[in-house]
Each structure stands twice: as structure tokens, then as C-alpha cells.
């Protein structure tokens, strides 16, 4: 990373902590934060910045939408609150009959074996993300600048693995967004753990559907009840 990129992204990250901290509630904090993701990635995009027109993600591929997606406990309830408010494309009830099947197959699983399986996101239906408004900031910073790689490391994960290790990979996730997003998604951590709410990486299906599912979850996740225990990943 470059000196200018470093900088911009340690002022990216204060500023959304900032943010934060000036925010009521939990919702309130993943809410503006995804309003800056939005604009800042909007600004990145007016810029010339090199490669960034190789980028090759384009509606209906979706091979990115297989890997095992981290988030926080602020935005798995965030997601949960649109799902329940029919702000996602998607009916609650199918929703949840989505996730509960997939989260039985994979809960627990590591990034690799979770890939191996071959079963999409619980939010991927016709290979349209049924929540993108609202999706994780890891989806929102993996722009690919080869598809035919994500197809592979989908498809051929162990032929991929090997030729990766062999050579020692290649740059196939455009780094200028991609680290913009991190910087934004520490950032909220950050302000999170100002509040002094717990700072903990949680698988994405298992996360939403604790928020479903659990009764008073927003409430009893900030009065310290470890109810996203289940979804923790290492």
C-alpha cells in the first residue's frame, strides 16, 4: 500500500469512528456507516486510479457470493431490521427458510471448507443479491478484476489453491476499494467499541439468522448477553 493510500484510509477509518460515536444506537452507527461506504465508494469511482476500469464484477456474477462472509453483531441486526421492514427483495419467510438451510450445512466450517461446499449466499436468488442495499462491506469491497479466476476458485478450488501457492498468487481484488472498505468496516468497529459494545467477527448466515430468530436480540446483544456466540468465527 502506498503512503498516500495509507493515509487516506487512516483518515477514512477515523472519520467513520467519528461518525460513530455521534450516532443513538447501534442501527443508527451501521446505517450511517453504510451511507458513507456508498458515497465513498461513488468517489473512488470518479477518480482516475489505476486498473480500476479492469474491474470485472457486472450484474448476474455472482461467484464471489460463495465465499464465507465476516461481519459484526451491529450488522447482522441491521441487516435483520431490513429484512423484517420488506426493505430487502426478498418475503421474510423465505428468508429465513434460506438461511436456516444453508447456516445447517455450514455453520462451523473454515473459509476453505465453507468454499468447497459449491452453495451460494442464503441472500444470492437468480444470482441478484436480495439484500445489496444492506450488504456486508466485505461484499461491498471485493471488486474483482478477473471473473474467470473467481469462477475457478469456485469451481476448481484445489487445482486454484495449488497454482496459488505455486506461483504466489495473483492481484485478482482491486486493492483500492477493498482497503477503502476495511478502512470503513474498522472504522465502525472502532466507534462500536468506543460504546463500549463487544468487537467480535461473525459468520454471516449464522449471524442473521440469530437476529431473526432471537426475541429481543438488539437488546439483549447491547446488555451484554453473548447471543451471536454460535456464529463467532476463530
Not at 465508494?41 to 470518479?46: A, F, G, P, V, Y
Request: with cysteine; net charge negative; charged share 30%.
Amino acid at each position: 500500500m502506498t503512503d498516500a493510500r495509507t493515509e487516506f484510509n487512516i483518515s477514512v477509518r477515523q472519520s467513520v469512528r467519528n461518525t460513530v460515536r455521534e450516532t443513538t444506537s447501534p442501527l443508527e452507527a451501521v446505517s450511517r456507516t453504510v451511507d458513507i461506504a456508498e458515497w465513498l465508494l461513488d468517489e473512488l469511482s470518479k477518480h482516475d486510479i489505476q486498473g480500476l476500469d479492469r474491474i470485472a464484477c457486472r450484474a448476474g456474477c455472482a461467484w464471489c457470493c460463495y465465499q464465507q462472509v465476516g461481519i459484526t453483531a451491529a450488522q447482522a441486526l441491521h441487516i435483520a431490521q431490513a429484512l423484517r421492514s420488506g426493505d430487502a427483495d426478498v418475503t421474510l419467510d423465505e428468508t429465513l427458510a434460506r438461511i436456516a438451510a444453508l447456516d445447517d450445512r455450514i455453520r462451523g466450517l473454515s473459509a476453505r471448507d465453507r468454499l468447497k461446499t459449491g452453495l451460494p449466499c442464503a441472500f444470492l436468488k437468480n444470482d441478484r443479491c436480495m439484500i445489496y442495499a444492506v450488504r456486508p462491506f466485505a461484499c461491498r469491497g471485493a471488486n474483482s478484476v478477473d471473473a474467470e479466476f473467481c469462477r475457478r476458485t469456485v469451481e476448481d478450488t484445489d487445482p486454484v489453491e495449488a497454482e496459488w501457492q505455486r506461483t504466489g498468487g495473483q492481484e485478482w481484488i482491486h486493492a483500492a476499494p477493498f482497503e477503502a472498505m476495511q478502512a470503513v468496516q474498522e472504522g465502525l468497529r472502532d466507534g462500536l467499541t468506543d460504546a463500549g459494545l463487544p468487537d467480535e467477527r461473525l459468520e454471516l448466515t449464522a449471524a442473521v439468522r440469530i437476529a431473526l430468530e432471537t426475541p429481543d436480540a438488539e437488546q439483549r446483544w447491547r446488555d451484554g448477553e453473548d447471543i451471536f456466540a454460535p456464529a463467532r468465527l476463530p
